[in-house]
């Protein structure tokens, strides 16, 4: 069963910065496509970023885009890194990662068979 961990949230300022951190471990896999997403209070969860499987494409929502970056941590097996600058307390959410060992989901969608339990960050004014 492959299991999803995340890490990394908090509260900051506006204009900010953090770096989410999420790990995937259990079942047979080399690797995984990994995706981020959000959920804000009463709003539905929203794609955030991915990272492709191969981890040569990456994929962000017009919302983040030029402000969040996604990558594989070269020092960590499994590991993706969503680095958060120049945060907007509208970014305040529930971030949730999600991973694909298959490679299948297209970018932007949320059709992902792991889930972390998420962590929240929270941006003041």
């Known amino acids: 069963q492959v299991q999803v961990v995340e890490s990394g949230g908090g509260l900051v300022q506006a204009g900010g910065s953090l770096r989410l951190s999420c790990t995937a471990s259990?079942?047979?896999?080399?690797?995984?496509?990994t995706a981020w997403a959000r959920q804000g209070p009463g709003k539905e969860r929203e794609f955030v970023a991915s990272i492709s499987w191969s981890g040569g494409s990456t994929y962000y929502a017009d919302s983040v885009k030029g402000r969040f970056t996604i990558s594989r941590d070269d020092n960590a097996e499994n590991t993706v890194i969503l680095q958060m600058s120049s945060l907007k307390p509208e970014d305040t959410a529930v971030y949730y990662c999600?991973?694909?060992?298959?490679?299948?989901?297209?970018?932007?969608?949320?059709?992902?068979?792991?889930w972390g339990q998420g962590t929240q960050v929270t941006v003041s004014s």
């Open positions: 259990g079942g047979s896999f080399s690797r995984y496509a």
């Open positions: 999600a991973v694909d060992p298959w490679g299948r989901v297209a970018h932007g969608a949320l059709n992902y068979d792991y």
